[in-house]
């Protein structure tokens, strides 16, 4: 349950040709002896970590084929871990460990756990790729609807009351569950423990650990674990229903239910229907399949009960107790990986459009063609007729290692993680004009858009701006434009190479943000945060830029 049990350190995972092999392979196999997995997860911030997985994979597979063992060997997402890992919570979390271990324990949550993942990293969730448009929406109005994704989600799967708190970092969903919040859900926690577990769900209002009304709203997707008292207390069939799960069970058995069992469903009582509803979930779920639901729910009906639906479902909870309702999972194919190993997205970052301008540095050059890589780590092939509008006999004779260069995407290689670029000035140019031109390709825009509408906005926000002009912050710099990115931009394309402006930014009085030409037609967006402020509308003493200051 997201513990870490134990961890080795080692420089290589392969085996080796000569019959030396790498110093984790030894740690790895034994560790798989010890601990039989169901999932070796792989994550890593470069594409190297493709090599590691090769290696990684190739072990568990002689593993597996030596002890007939079944392990699945996976890419991992660590973008939750990548906000985790060196926060606050981590380390008070997980004091003695080093910030590469704090991250490994954040994967496997991510895989045990999703949403207990995502749910600890609170508001900071924003700063991951959530849908490509997040970015046009303000987090006011943004962590509402994912909140609400939560909500949805913790619906769906339920929470294990007792394995919350008894595990910190599995009870930030709590506050998630319908009916709750966080105060509810911490009323909840601090009179739960280990010692002191729930046996079941009436021991929420029992207890006093919640009202009458609130434990109607919530007691579904609380799950009692294990079920002492009632098997239905680890289902999602509100204790409402549970006369008529225990009515489908005694008629799915067939048996008359006597006095004595209608005198003993109070749960906690091991002798009275909840038995028979036991029973039918481990040894006879089909002959449920046998009830006339529908005729059931007309005999309700007349006592105006409309309860078809939840017929239907208490009849699937009891067949499939354990049933996951979300999509199974499935490895990241390549696409996914390339963009969780470079940071770089297909279709944003990157296109095979002609439309994409990237900036590398050469690494190797040879008669007919040249590798450069990309700041992300990938790499990309320009061959010789690609490197100029002109024909050249060798790539040596414009490009040498270590030179930097804007290129064209041109195609993406996802099977060798690699990019075919282009660097003619034609391509370039018509690259530059496709990103400064405002008006998407008509292939491009829904059909019912309204053009003129968007132009009429347009305007409207454009005389806004110039009146809030006046009121937007200015700092006494001679490279200081009020300016937004998009101005910034368009000031910068006429200057030359290396120029940048000094802009308000739109984290707040305490950002600034610069703007710098790169090339032509590529600009790079640098966050400033200001320290030591003596008031909103001065100039700070200390600036961070990334980690550094």
Same mark, same amino acid.
């Given at each position: 349950?997201?513990?870490?049990? #134990?961890?080795?350190?080692?420089?290589?995972?392969?085996?080796?040709?000569?019959?030396?092999?790498g110093?984790?392979?030894?740690?790895l196999?034994?560790?798989?002896?010890?601990?039989?997995?169901?999932?070796?997860?792989?994550?890593?911030?470069?594409?190297?970590?493709?090599?590691?997985?090769?290696?990684?994979?190739?072990?568990?597979?002689? &593993?597996?084929?030596?002890?007939?063992?079944?392990?699945?060997? =996976?890419?991992?997402?660590?973008?939750?871990?990548?906000?985790?890992?060196?926060?606050?919570?981590?380390?008070?979390?997980?004091?003695?460990?080093?910030?590469?271990?704090?991250?490994?324990?954040?994967?496997?949550?991510?895989?045990?756990?999703?949403?207990?993942?995502?749910?600890?990293?609170?508001?900071?969730?924003?700063?991951?790729?959530?849908?490509?448009?997040?970015?046009?929406?303000?987090?006011?109005?943004l962590?509402?609807?994912?909140?609400?994704?939560?909500?949805?989600?913790?619906?769906?799967?339920?929470?294990?009351?007792?394995?919350?708190?008894?595990?910190? &970092?599995?009870? &930030?969903?709590?506050?998630?569950?319908?009916?709750?919040?966080?105060?509810?859900?911490?009323?909840?926690?601090?009179?739960?423990?280990?010692?002191d577990?729930?046996?079941?769900?009436?021991?929420?209002?029992?207890? !006093?650990?919640?009202?009458?009304?609130?434990?109607?709203?919530?007691?579904?997707?609380?799950?009692?674990?294990?079920?002492?008292?009632?098997?239905? *207390?680890?289902?999602?069939?509100?204790?409402?229903?549970?006369?008529?799960?225990?009515?489908?069970?005694?008629d799915? /058995?067939?048996?008359?239910?006597?006095?004595?069992?209608?005198?003993?469903?109070?749960?906690?009582?091991? &002798?009275?229907?909840?038995?028979?509803?036991a029973e039918?979930?481990?040894?006879?779920? #089909?002959?449920?399949?046998?009830?006339?639901? %529908?005729?059931?729910?007309?005999?309700l009906?007349?006592?105006?009960?409309?309860?078809? #639906?939840?017929?239907k479902?208490?009849?699937?909870e009891?067949?499939?107790?354990d049933?996951?309702?979300?999509?199974?999972?499935?490895?990241?194919?390549?696409?996914?990986?390339?963009?969780? /190993?470079?940071?770089?997205i297909?279709?944003? =970052?990157?296109?095979?459009?002609?439309?994409? /301008?990237?900036?590398?540095?050469?690494?190797?050059?040879?008669?007919?063609?040249?590798?450069?890589?990309?700041?992300?780590? /990938?790499?990309?092939?320009?061959?010789?007729?690609? %490197?100029?509008?002109?024909?050249?006999?060798?790539?040596? *004779?414009?490009?040498?290692?270590?030179?930097?260069?804007?290129? %064209?995407v041109?195609?993406?290689?996802?099977?060798?993680?690699?990019?075919?670029?282009s660097?003619?000035?034609?391509?370039?140019?018509?690259?530059?004009?496709?990103?400064?031109?405002t008006?998407?390709?008509?292939?491009?825009?829904?059909?019912?858009f309204?053009?003129?509408?968007?132009?009429?906005?347009?305007?409207?926000?454009?005389?806004? !701006?110039?009146?809030s =002009?006046?009121?937007?912050? =200015?700092?006494?710099?001679?490279?200081? !434009?009020?300016?937004?990115?998009?101005?910034?931009?368009?000031?910068?394309?006429?200057?030359?190479?290396?120029?940048?402006?000094?802009?308000?930014?739109?984290?707040?009085?305490?950002?600034?943000?610069?703007?710098?030409?790169?090339?032509?037609?590529?600009?790079?967006?640098?966050?400033?945060?200001?320290?030591?402020?003596?008031?909103?509308?001065?100039?700070?003493?200390?600036?961070?830029?990334?980690?550094?200051a």
């Amino acid at each position: 349950h997201g513990r870490a049990r #134990e961890d080795f350190s080692a420089d290589s995972m392969r085996r080796g040709a000569d019959g030396v092999d790498g110093d984790g392979v030894a740690p790895l196999v034994a560790l798989l002896q010890r601990r039989p997995a169901d999932v070796v997860a792989v994550a890593g911030m470069a594409l190297q970590t493709r090599r590691l997985y090769e290696d990684v994979r190739l072990l568990v597979d002689d &593993h597996c084929a030596r002890n007939s063992a079944d392990v699945m060997v =996976t890419y991992a997402q660590d973008d939750a871990a990548r906000l985790w890992w060196d926060c606050d919570a981590a380390r008070a979390e997980l004091p003695a460990m080093r910030r590469e271990e704090r991250y490994c324990v954040a994967v496997a949550r991510m895989l045990q756990d999703a949403p207990a993942a995502y749910a600890a990293l609170g508001p900071d969730v924003l700063k991951l790729r959530l849908h490509p448009a997040q970015r046009l929406a303000d987090a006011a109005t943004l962590l509402p609807a994912v909140q609400r994704a939560f909500t949805n989600v913790v619906a769906k799967t339920g929470v294990d009351v007792n394995l919350a708190a008894a595990h910190p &970092h599995l009870a &930030h969903v709590l506050p998630f569950v319908a009916g709750l919040g966080p105060r509810k859900a911490h009323a909840i926690l601090s009179r739960v423990s280990p010692s002191d577990p729930l046996e079941s769900r009436n021991d929420l209002v029992t207890r !006093k650990l919640c009202t009458r009304v609130v434990f109607v709203n919530c007691a579904s997707f609380l799950r009692i674990r294990p079920a002492t008292a009632d098997v239905l *207390d680890a289902t999602r069939i509100h204790p409402q229903d549970y006369i008529l799960a225990y009515k489908m069970a005694l008629d799915a /058995l067939d048996i008359e239910e006597d006095d004595e069992d209608s005198g003993r469903r109070r749960p906690g009582s091991k &002798h009275g229907p909840a038995r028979y509803v036991a029973e039918v979930m481990r040894n006879a779920p #089909e002959k449920l399949d046998d009830l006339d639901l %529908v005729g059931y729910a007309e005999e309700l009906k007349r006592k105006h009960l409309l309860k078809l #639906e939840t017929l239907k479902f208490i009849k699937h909870e009891l067949q499939h107790p354990d049933e996951d309702p979300r999509e199974a999972f499935e490895q990241p194919d390549d696409r996914r990986v390339l963009e969780m /190993l470079t940071g770089e997205i297909i279709g944003e =970052t990157l296109r095979e459009d002609g439309s994409s /301008l990237v900036s590398a540095t050469i690494m190797r050059v040879q008669p007919r063609f040249a590798i450069a890589r990309l700041d992300s780590g /990938l790499e990309g092939f320009i061959s010789v007729a690609n %490197v100029t509008d002109y024909r050249i006999e060798a790539v040596s *004779d414009e490009l040498s290692p270590g030179q930097s260069i804007v290129a %064209v995407v041109k195609r993406i290689d996802l099977e060798k993680m690699s990019l075919d670029l282009s660097m003619r000035q034609a391509d370039i140019d018509e690259a530059v004009r496709r990103s400064q031109s405002t008006v998407p390709d008509a292939s491009q825009v829904d059909k019912y858009f309204d053009l003129d509408s968007e132009s009429v906005l347009r305007e409207r926000a454009k005389a806004l !701006k110039q009146k809030s =002009t006046a009121r937007m912050r =200015t700092i006494p710099h001679p490279l200081f !434009k009020p300016l937004n990115s998009r101005e910034a931009e368009q000031y910068l394309a006429s200057r030359p190479r290396g120029d940048c402006v000094i802009r308000p930014s739109s984290r707040g009085v305490d950002h600034i943000a610069i703007t710098w030409k790169v090339a032509e037609g590529l600009f790079q967006h640098i966050d400033v945060q200001e320290r030591d402020k003596p008031s909103d509308t001065a100039l700070g003493s200390t600036f961070l830029v990334g980690d550094a200051a």
